[in-house]
Structure formats: structure tokens, C-alpha cells
């Protein structure tokens, strides 16, 4: 390929990677961890206040509870695992009508067991919002509402990653097979981690590819469907997943006549014996046009959303009238569009690939934080000879790295402390849940403003042991609940919550190091870099190794 070709897509790549950087170091941090959206929202939870009903029972539960309250008829869940996150076996939720449906703070949810007499007994409840509110992170670049306007700011933003991953490939071809695997370990620190990037993103790439292209989708699917329903459904696209309307006059139905549900979940597994139900979703029980989604996940199959799949049964007749969802048994079109769904949100393979998917978002957040620090050492004004007198950085460039380091670690920080803050606010602030937003954004544009004030040096080393200090608040506040149980937290002994426990332990390890490590650079490293603190040239220690800048 032509040089003057290989620069302008050199150029393309630096520009869409510099504009769409920080916001994708946000959603890729934040979905990194929403990979395991169930394990954070059970560490998160209380435990559990309502007297538990045993699935046998159930059906008792219903009648009852519809009895009392009519309405929820309409929707409500029946739980068949038990965790620390389900506060009953049977619960619903009541919407506000000018809520967006994609915002769940206008969101009222109740649950409903037996008491004692055998009674139905209603309750709401306050869930912890915290794993969706990381998704919403992940979901609208950092934003702090999943509205349409952010959605579609997501969509620009996925355009560019997608435009930066296909220029980097093609500044790349070149060197492709020379550089691929070169990782240069020497005192050109620069040159390392330009080789690191081009790896990782090499390596990574095919995933990212499926992000860019799926992130697009989901901004701008209202959009399309909208379009697709015009051209080829003839606007009857929302009728094509409707059971047949009743006939006129048709009666209200006894819920007391429905099959129990431990008959319905055998009717699904007949149809599908490697799915394993998690949860049933009864809408409009008691009208003529009655069905209960069996939701829950298949490891070896193919599952439409993150929650998995779903077979829609009639609950009064047990047929499956539906089973598009379900996966193992989905048709060709449906598993076409399913498969974008699943290749985004890990909902494959199990707890391997929801682990490598985890990985694979923290590798992309490094990546593009990654390709800021390229872009500030590609600019850095280097000091003519040794002892010479020290140039003064470029603003631009200045300002470009003390952003990174602010947006980046700020992201960081403000995670940690919002998981932390879910355990300590509880029962102490009203509603933990309409803090959790003031916790992330007060650390992240904290960060920010430290990062500016003092400057991009400086304030990375105190900003990762900020991140690394948060971190590790985690699994200390598990600890600290089970030391001193008068403190009116909770750790609940499973090996979801110990495995967040364990993950942040390893991540404050981590951010330590981390921080370390930038404190000899910006102590010792070149002087006229913009990571440097001073512009004298210090000695090390004894025993302590001089750590260049990269140059």
C-alpha cells in the first residue's frame, strides 16, 4: 500500500481514538464488570426479609396474592432459585407511565410471600440498583441516564471506535507480520508499549469488531426496527409476537385453575432438557389471552438476552405456544439476531466465556487509555542534549494527558466507591440506590479537577492508590461484616459474593502496583516528559531501579 494511503488512515486512527478514547475506557471498564451483573447485585443485597415459600407452594402464593392485589395480574415474576438478590418468591413491578423503558429508578417493586395464617402478605421493596447503574455506564459511555439522546451519543461513538479499529488495521498490514508478536523490552518504553497496543488490539480484535457493530445496533435499533416495520411488516410488526386477540366478551379466568408451576417447568424442560429455568413470568393471568414466560440459560446454546432465553407457555393448558426465545430451539432468523445479543453480553458458553469476556474488557479499557499515552509521548518535546535547558510541553498535550489520567482513574475510583457505598449507605442515607449516582460522579470529576490541578504526574500516582485504596474497601467491608456484625452490614457466604470479594482484592493488588510503579517513573523518568514531576533529573536510591518515561 501506498505511504501517503498508510498516513491518512494512520491519521484517521489517531483522531477517531483520541475523540472516542475516554468514553470507551468508561464502557469498557463498566462492562467489564457487568459481565457479572448477578454476582455484584447479590454482594450488594440485604439479606432477605420476608418469610420464604417453597416452590411447591407456590401456586397457593398466586391465588392468594391475586386475590389481594388484582393488578399485578397484569405482570409478575415467580423466582425458582433462591439468592440473595430475590427478596421473595413472587414479586412485580409497578412503572410510572412517563418513565423511559429503559430507566428503572421510576421503578416500584413489591414482593409477596405467606405469612404465618397462611395469608398472602405484600411488601415493596428497594433492590439494589448497583449493577444497573454500572450498566448504565456501559451502556451510554459514562452518561448518566439510558435515554434515547445518550443512547444515540453511544451510537457516534461506536461508529468511531469502529472506524479507529479499521484504520489501525490497516496501518498496521505493512508490519503486520514483522511486528505482530515483537514486544521490544528495553529503555525505548515508548516503542514497548506501542508494540503491547498493537498486540493486544490485534489479538482482541475480532471482539471488538462485535462491539463496535452490536453497540451501533443497540444505539439506533428503535430507529430500525421503526424502518423495518415500515417496509416489510406493513406496521404490524408489534402484532407478530401477540397471542390471537379473544373473542368479544370473553371472561376473566380463575388463577386457582392454572397448572402449578413445577408442571410448567416440566413441560419445558420435555421440550428443551439441557435448559435450566431461572425465574417465570406470568402476564395477564387472569385474562383470555394468559401465558407465562419460562425464562433461564442453556450453557451449550445460544440465549437471546443476558437473563438467557424464554419458551412462553399457556398457564392453564401447559402447551408451549411459543419457543422463538428458547435457547437450543430457536429458527434460523431468530438465532441470527439473537446471536448479536449473545456475542455483546457473553450470554454463551457459560462461566468461561463470561470470564474471558471480562478479561477482554479490561485488555480494551487498557487499550484505549493505551492509545492516549501513545498519542501524548508522540508529541512530547524532547530536551536537546543532556543538561540542556527543558522545553516547556506543548497545552494541548498537557491537558490531554492530565484528561486521561482524570477521566480514566476517575472512572475507576468512582466504580469502586459506588460498590462500597452500596453495603455502608444501607439504611443510613433513605434510598442507597439515588446515591450511588452521586458517589460515582462526585470521585469522578473529583479525579478530574485533581488531575488538572496538579498535574497529569502527580496525580496518577495519587489517583491509583486512591482506585487501589477503594478497591480494596471491598472485600474489606465484607470482612468487617463478618467481624463485627453490630456494624449492620452483611456478607453472605456464597461463592458469588466471595468471588467479587476475590476480584476486587486481585484489582486493588493490581491498582497498587500500578502505583508504585508510576511513582518511580515520575520520580526518576526522563525529566522533560509530561509524566515527570520535576524538571530536575533525580537520582535513584540504592537499590531502586531508574523507571524511564517512555521516549
Known sequence: MRSEFVRIYKAVHTWTGIVAGMA??????????????????????PPGEVRPVALADAQQLIVKTLAAHPDAAKDFTLYVQDAEDVPARLGWQVRSPDADEHDGSQVRHYAATLDAHGAAQVTETHPSRLAAFIDTLHRVVGLPVDSDPNRWVMGVIATLYALALV???VVLLPSLVKDFFALRVGKNLKRMWLDAHNVVGIVSLPFHLVM???AVVFAYHDGIYAVQDRLLHDGKWSTAFQRPRPAPGAAERDPAT??????????VREQAPGFE???LQYQQATGPRAVVRVWGKDAAAVSPRARGGFAAVDPYSGKVVGSDFLPGRQS?????????????MAAFGGTPVQWMYFLLGLAGAWLFYSGNLLWVESRRKKQARQGGELPVQRLDVRLMAAATVGVCLGCVC????????????????GDTNAWLPALYYGAFFASIGWAFLRGAARASVHLLWLAAALTAAIPLTSLLAWSLPSLGLWAHGSAASLGVDATALAGAGAFAWMARATARRVRY??????WSASGVQAKPAAGVPSVQTPR
Not at 523518568?525 to 509530561?530: I, L
Open 258 to 267: 392454572m397448572l402449578p408451576p413445577l408442571e410448567i417447568l416440566a413441560r
Open 525 to 530: 523518568g526522563t525529566p522533560d516528559s509530561v
Open 212 to 214: 463496535a457493530l452490536t
Open 167 to 169: 484504520s489501525g488495521v
Open 332 to 344: 434460523t432468523p431468530n438465532l441470527f439476531i439473537s446471536s448479536f445479543f449473545a456475542l455483546h
Open 414 to 429: 468512582g466504580v469502586s466507591l459506588a460498590i462500597v457505598g452500596s453495603k455502608w449507605l444501607h439504611g443510613l442515607a
Open 277 to 279: 429455568p431461572t425465574l
Open 24 to 45: 470507551l475506557f468508561i464502557a469498557f471498564y463498566a462492562g467489564a464488570l457487568t459481565v457479572f451483573k448477578e454476582p455484584l447485585t447479590r454482594w450488594a443485597s
